[in-house]
């Protein structure tokens, strides 16, 4: 078993069902508010794990990450084609007492395609969409493809006579619509009051197709971005739960009375990216023709002048784990024969900067969150501190990750911090999203423009080959493109800790999703 699910088994902490424990009110915080309640809208991990709550899918992951029914009761392989037919569950409502059919799965897909989606590449194997009878749904796809019902597990079904009566038949991505403020999901909760970036509250679905495993008759989650704030309203009393926590924090937390720290790896690599199809730099002083990243040695010797054990041991904790490619080790089509990483050699970097034409250095414009990742903004300090070590000169611009997206999206930027979490535990996933050339429907997270004809051309034959050595040969392969072109600069893989009072039993997963319907409290507390 690998060390991301031996580490989501051991973070299980013994939920216990509804009707075991005092019915109570439940407060939690994190320092990122979801920015919209739109679940088509922002693929963005605070989005859909907070959504995750309200809104469901055909398929979804259980605790220990494997995919299991949700909306629908089975699938199988379609006959005589390629897809998948899904058999979806009788009786469901969403929450305003409409009834749950083939047509809000339709009708959710053809939502998910549209231009302002921002899920749109989860359906690029998708040919066509057939609804059989109002309990049975086919996915055409254009090759074989056997993770597709995993590729899913995050799609979230949105009621079409809601969305139609709401003004909201698409996404709304950069304005606000009844579905970015309000939702009509079928889950576990009901969205009850929404002040952006100061409270949500939540209510328990009494309608619900399945069976609690929480007792909470309330939710609340307050955001808050001050780690010191946090800390405080934990140990007060004022919040029962953190699901971001400090590294700097957790060494106290653990001799803390009346606290449980949760800790674990989250499937989240921490990496730089660059402007590869940029002709110029978007910063620095302007006195270098062209864009230096677009030389492979510039960025090998980006890779080679940082310390990510030092980042680990002074930043982390020691917490994180280095990481070589875009997915962490321990997930399905990891690359073994790929596993080491850039050797911390600043004398190295020098070399290839100098061969590169650039002896005397450069500046050039690096964007950061400072207020998504762990330690996001003191770790890209940290970067700046050692590629001036080797001459060259990152001007950091660290931003709010409210405003950070729309930033790499217009391109300004020369080089920029970025987590990613594969949603499908596969590594198929990071190479759709942030490797592939960008089209309408593919690499639309390589905000660098990376491409490489080769790995466009091995993703389709990974996502349809059934024999798994001939597919990890193909993810080897592509491994190692990534790693010979510097794509990106994998630095770490993510600490995971939360911190709850005791008498919370919750259950902690490596994708970092918080879901409270295994939450219970205990009122005796």
Not at 285 to 302: C, K, L, Q, T, Y
Not at 335 to 343: D, H, L, V, W
Request: proline content about 6%.
């Amino acid at each position: 078993m690998s060390k991301i699910l031996n580490l989501a088994l051991a973070a299980v902490a013994g939920a216990a069902l509804a009707g075991g424990a005092h019915a109570e009110t439940f407060r939690w915080s994190a320092t990122t508010d979801p920015q919209t309640m739109d679940p088509h809208a922002a693929n963005l991990a605070p989005v859909t794990s907070f959504l995750n709550n309200i809104y469901e899918g055909l398929v979804r992951r259980g605790k220990d990450m494997a995919i299991e029914p949700s909306l629908a009761t089975g699938w199988e392989p379609l006959e005589g084609e390629d897809g998948w037919r899904f058999f979806l569950r009788e009786g469901v409502t969403f929450h305003d007492g409409a009834a749950f059919t083939a047509d809000d799965v339709l009708f959710s897909y053809e939502r998910g395609i549209s231009e302002q989606s921002d899920v749109k590449s989860w359906f690029a194997p998708v040919s066509e969409v057939r609804v059989v009878d109002d309990y049975t749904v086919d996915f055409v796809l254009n090759a074989p493809n056997p993770i597709f019902p995993d590729s899913i597990a995050n799609w979230m079904i949105l009621d079409r006579g809601w969305a139609e009566a709401n003004n909201a038949t698409m996404p709304a991505r950069d304005e606000q619509t009844t579905a970015t403020l309000e939702t009509n999901g079928t889950g576990p909760f009901i969205l009850q009051a929404r002040e952006p970036g100061v409270e949500i509250r939540l209510t328990p679905n009494p309608d619900w197709w399945d069976t609690p495993e929480h007792n909470i008759t309330e939710a609340v989650f307050n955001p808050i971005v001050n780690p010191a704030t946090a800390l405080a309203a934990l140990l007060s009393g004022e919040v029962d739960m953190l699901a971001t926590v400090p590294v700097q924090d957790v060494e106290r937390l653990r001799t803390q009375d009346g606290i449980t720290v949760f800790e674990g790896l989250e499937a989240r690599v921490i990496m730089l990216g660059f402007g590869h199809n940029k002709d110029t730099l978007y910063g620095g002083s302007g006195d270098v023709e062209g864009n230096p990243f677009r030389d492979m040695n510039v960025r090998e010797a980006v890779a080679h002048a940082i310390n990510v054990d030092a980042i680990d041991q002074v930043l982390m904790d020691g917490m994180a784990e280095p990481a070589s490619q875009l997915q962490p080790a321990g997930l399905s089509g990891y690359s073994e024969e790929n596993a080491a990483r850039p050797e911390f050699n600043p004398d190295l970097a020098r070399e290839l900067l100098a061969e590169a034409g650039y002896a005397d250095g450069f500046a050039f414009n690096f964007k950061c969150t400072n207020d998504r990742y762990l330690n996001d903004s003191d770790v890209c300090q940290a970067i700046v501190g050692m590629l001036g070590q080797v001459g060259i000169d990152a001007q950091l611009e660290a931003i709010p990750v409210a405003n950070y997206w729309t930033e790499l999206r217009a391109g300004n930027y020369d080089m920029y911090l970025l987590g990613w979490s594969p949603g499908t535990f596969d590594a198929e996933h990071p190479i759709r999203f942030l490797a592939h050339t960008p089209t309408e429907t593919l690499g639309t997270w390589n905000f660098g423009g990376y491409s490489n004809a080769r790995v466009d051309e091995l993703l389709p034959q990974i996502q349809s080959e059934l024999d798994p050595e001939a597919r990890q040969a193909m993810l080897d392969e592509v491994a190692a493109i990534l790693q010979d072109e510097v794509a990106y600069v994998p630095l770490y893989q993510e600490p995971l800790v939360w911190a709850a009072r005791d008498g919370i039993d919750l259950t902690q997963r490596p994708d970092n999703f918080f879901m409270l319907r295994w939450v219970t409290v205990d009122g005796g507390q």
